[in-house]
């Protein structure tokens, strides 16, 4: 008997070798990551796509198995991080929390924010209430991890236990942690969003997709993050393989921007390109008007260059108009462009830009894009003229899939 028990907590049922353990983990923790990225994230949060009621069930299923989350408060608390995003009730940026609190602590902070019912009712709408959800997902969360647990221990003896912790720290680290944290501190950037998310690679494939965070909050409900020929997102892959056998319906894409010949003076079109895409507006107006601006002054001032700022840390403040920059940095920035007359065109330019785009009425607006496109045109400045003539041939095409 004692032997039997002993060789049982060794071993386990299935008396696996370390590498049959390893595909165990690895294929879960990605099923975890897929139950986060599809169901709860693009298809709950953000109504990006609809799943048949088979597969919604089973990933709202593994959720509570693999997880412990609840989807109403995971929905609410990303949907409040959208809300206010690198302001004070964001509930976890590290521009206001600091990167090292975001990244080893982000479950704790997700917990904290989870706990807040105010905000379950204002952002968790939608979110499903069927009985399984009343009697047995919300109110015993963590009754679905404690029977995972049990069946790792029956599968592989004590270090299904092993198995098992790794299973539940997954998705602290590389969700609360890495894209939470790292998502919105370093990587590369396609869109000037007005938060500091960044795509941590181009080839999102570990993480189901959520590596390019960058594309996600230009487009928060699209169903596909992979916005450039050369980024992957494998979440969308599987989404496509689903739609294919009606497993899934696509709801929302993100557009592409187009472009119209002998448009002289923007219209209504114009202006609904330059809404929908205008991160990609401000990026656009970034790479082509203020990085060649700021390295023509820099050029023509020799080694001198900015004393006040780093060239490369100046482009990233005129990109944004200083509004990352401390009140020291943002003095900086006043004083290096009050001196250079280029440098202030662009800037202002920038400024009025954005501005337009925040407008209510669509008549004003466009009145406002107009004398924009006019006054750009009449500037003198090559950059300028150039920007302006692209921008008032935008037009919204809806992107491939």
């Known amino acids: 008997m004692l032997d039997a028990f002993l060789d049982?907590?060794?071993?386990?049922?299935?008396?696996?070798?370390?590498?049959?353990?390893?595909?165990?983990?690895?294929?879960?923790?990605?099923?975890t990551i897929f139950a986060v990225t599809l169901y709860l994230h693009r298809s709950q949060a953000h109504r990006g796509v609809d799943f048949h009621p088979a597969v919604a069930n089973f990933l709202r299923f593994w959720n509570w198995l693999g997880t412990g989350m609840v989807t109403k408060e995971w929905v609410a608390v990303h949907r409040k991080h959208h809300a206010h995003c690198?302001?004070?009730?964001?509930p976890h940026s590290p521009q206001v929390a600091g990167i090292g609190k975001v990244f080893f602590e982000g479950a704790e902070l997700y917990r904290a924010a989870a706990a807040n019912e105010a905000d379950l009712q204002k952002y968790g709408r939608g979110t499903p209430d069927d009985w399984m959800e009343r009697h047995v997902y919300t109110p015993y969360p963590y009754l679905g991890v404690s029977l995972l647990l049990i069946a790792n221990i029956a599968l592989f003896g004590v270090l299904g236990a092993a198995v098992w912790a790794a299973q539940m720290a997954w998705i602290p680290f590389w969700a609360a942690g890495?894209?939470?944290?790292?998502?919105?501190?370093?990587g590369y950037r396609n869109f000037e969003t007005a938060d500091k998310a960044t795509n941590l690679t181009p080839w999102?494939?570990?993480?189901?997709?959520?590596?390019?965070?960058?594309?996600?909050h230009a487009f928060p409900s699209s169903a596909k993050?992979?916005?450039?020929?050369?980024?992957?997102?494998?979440?969308?892959?599987?989404?496509?393989?689903?739609?294919?056998?009606?497993?899934?319906?696509?709801?929302?894409v993100a557009p592409s921007l187009d472009e119209r010949p002998n448009v002289s003076l923007p219209d209504m079109e114009t202006l609904k390109a330059l809404l929908t895409h205008r991160f990609e507006a401000m990026t656009d107006y970034y790479k082509t008007v203020i990085k060649p601006t700021v390295r023509e002054q820099s050029d023509a001032e020799g080694t001198r260059h900015f004393e006040a700022m780093p060239r490369r840390r100046l482009r990233r403040a005129l990109a944004n108009g200083g509004r990352w920059l401390d009140q020291t940095g943002k003095a900086r920035l006043a004083a290096i462009v009050e001196n250079r007359p280029r440098l202030q065109q662009i800037n202002e330019y920038r400024a009025r830009l954005a501005a337009l785009m925040e407008q209510r009425r669509?008549?004003?607006?466009?009145?406002?894009?107009?004398?924009?496109?006019?006054?750009?045109?009449?500037?003198?400045?090559?950059?300028?003229?150039?920007f302006a003539a692209r921008l008032k041939r935008y037009s919204v095409a809806r992107a491939q899939a």
């Not at 669509?362 to 150039?386: D, F, T, V, Y």
């Open 8 to 31: 049982f907590a060794a071993h386990g049922l299935a008396n696996a070798g370390w590498l049959t353990m390893l595909v165990y983990l690895l294929v879960t923790t990605q099923l």
């Open 86 to 90: 690198e302001t004070a009730e964001d």
């Open 178 to 186: 890495v894209v939470n944290g790292l998502g919105h501190w370093w």
């Open 204 to 216: 999102g494939v570990w993480i189901g997709g959520e590596e390019l965070h960058n594309n996600h």
């Open 225 to 252: 993050f992979a916005l450039r020929k050369f980024e992957v997102d494998i979440g969308w892959l599987i989404i496509r393989g689903l739609e294919k056998v009606r497993l899934a319906k696509v709801l929302r």
């Open 362 to 386: 669509p008549e004003s607006a466009l009145a406002a894009l107009q004398q924009w496109c006019r006054e750009a045109e009449a500037s003198g400045n090559r950059k300028l003229i150039e």
